[in-house]
């Protein structure tokens, strides 16, 4: 099982980032997926979620309105759409998955299996 994302960067107060997660190992139809985010010296903050249907999403108060999380099955891969994007938002931003027999399970508890390695994304002028 492997996670990879990519999309992070430099980005002015304002702007807009995509990040994607291309999981290979098993389908994202049986997945619930996790996007998270860590500064250096805090503790890794859950950001939003997809359960296994897709029918499902969850966001954390500080990003609800400003990011969103779709899945493109055929790809197997997780997008994390940001808009708005603001100086606090900056981190390492990982995806994470669990296979999952509960198809709106949508976890923001940094209690998965499988992570990718994180891309970092800088908000600043």
């Known amino acids: 099982v492997q996670l990879v994302e990519s999309g992070g960067g430099l980005v002015q107060p304002g702007g807009s980032l995509r990040l994607s997660c291309v999981v290979s190992g098993f389908g994202l139809p049986y997945a619930v997926i996790g996007w998270f985010r860590q500064v250096p010296g805090k503790e890794r903050e859950g950001v939003a979620c997809?359960?296994?249907?897709?029918?499902?999403?969850n966001y954390a108060d500080s990003v609800k309105g400003r990011f969103t999380i779709l899945k493109d099955n055929a790809k197997n891969t997780v997008y994390l759409q940001m808009n708005m994007l603001e100086s606090e938002d900056t981190a390492v931003y990982s995806c994470?998955?669990?296979?999952?027999?509960?198809?709106?399970?949508?976890?923001?508890?940094?209690?998965?299996?499988?992570w990718g390695q994180g891309t970092q994304v800088t908000v600043s002028s």
């Open positions: 997809i359960s296994r249907n897709g029918g499902a999403t």
């Open positions: 994470a998955a669990d296979i999952t027999h509960f198809p709106t399970e949508c976890i923001m508890r940094p209690s998965y299996t499988y």
